[in-house]
């Protein structure tokens, strides 16, 4: 079976591909009549569904791996374990998942790559839907301790106050670029000039 493509993947950080990669790699092993499933790399096929956001496709994957599998490579749970938190919404349980489990030295890189884009996205939720929100609260979206979740606010420019104790967040400067009309530009000028004569 030959799956130097999908280290080619790996190992040039190319996670978001690495899913549909993985499915059309199985579809072509598959076809072609090779026992695959004790060598299939299902962890990482898993986390390359869920690093893309696609949950569907993960559960699907999980659903079709047969349960012997699942019992001796405790790994491919552990990836589960992060799609099932995603799925109910468990922000606290992703973060447990992710460091709850020592990974192969061909999951970490790309486990660690995903809980850094979720933590980002979850940050910038947080961002765009409060103005001001407790410590507690942030350290809770964010699976941090209130020292961690406190530091990491502070370092994007949120101000803690010290009164409350909440952090005000800092909401992203939003410019508009306008575009210049040359034909509404024309009309000002004629309208103008009309006007001064």
């Known amino acids: 079976m030959d799956l130097s493509e999908l280290h080619g993947a790996l190992a040039s950080k190319s996670y978001d591909k690495i899913g549909e990669l993985c499915d059309e790699l199985l579809i072509q092993v598959a076809s072609r009549g ?50 099932q938190c995603l799925w109910t919404r468990d922000y606290t349980g992703v973060y447990s998942a992710v460091r709850g489990f020592e990974w192969s030295p061909e999951a970490v890189a790309l486990v660690t790559a995903f809980s850094e884009v979720y933590t980002k996205k979850m940050f ?42 909440m952090l005000i967040v800092k909401k992203p400067c939003i410019t508009k670029e306008q575009k210049l009309d040359p034909g509404k530009l024309q009309r000002l000028t004629e309208y103008v000039f009309h006007l001064e004569h």
Do not use: C
């Open 34 to 83: 090779i026992p695959f499933q004790e060598e299939w790399p299902y962890a990482i096929h898993l986390m390359g569904h869920i690093y893309a956001n696609d949950l569907n496709s993960a559960r699907f994957l999980w659903k079709s791996i047969p349960e012997g599998i699942k019992k001796t490579r405790p790994e491919i749970t552990a990836a589960w374990k992060i799609g």
């Open 124 to 165: 910038n939720l947080l961002v765009s839907a409060y103005s001001t929100i407790s410590v507690a609260d942030v350290a809770h979206f964010m699976g941090m301790t209130e020292d961690e979740a406190r530091n990491y606010a502070l370092q994007h420019d949120w101000s803690l106050d010290s009164s409350s104790g």
